[in-house]
């Protein structure tokens, strides 16, 4: 797998392994997001993305979804390995773009601030 890729092997895709995260994973909250992340057994990064109606506009919604998919995929060597991370958006989290959704997270993750 390539560094900077984010392969279908690296998404939570079933409805039980987003509740396994919610229901067993440690949580993390900032004003625009709750992270859950989990160990997993399967020795790979995986990556879910939560938004709900109360977010926006399909456009909106995807719009963060984007954001998160690609903070992810150029972070996530710093993320914790073997590990499932669930992004949950909250209202708000619209009105972000990628730097202030990387300034929120990179303060929540506790990344390097040489990023």
Not at 51 to 71: H, Q
Request: proline share 3%.
């Amino acid at each position: 797998m390539k560094r900077f890729s984010l392969g279908k092997e690296e998404r939570l895709l079933n409805p039980s392994e987003f509740r396994r995260v919610i229901r067993k994973g440690k949580i993390q909250s900032t004003e625009h997001f709750e992270i859950f992340i989990f160990p997993n057994q399967i020795k790979k990064q995986r990556l879910g993305i939560t938004t709900s109606k109360r977010i926006g506009t399909a456009v909106k919604r995807n719009l963060i979804k984007r954001l998160l998919r690609e903070f992810f995929r150029l972070h996530k060597a710093y993320l914790p390995t073997s590990s499932d991370t669930l992004f949950i958006a909250k209202p708000g989290a619209d009105q972000l773009n990628y730097s202030g959704l990387y300034e929120e997270l990179k303060f929540l993750l506790r990344l390097d601030k040489s990023l």
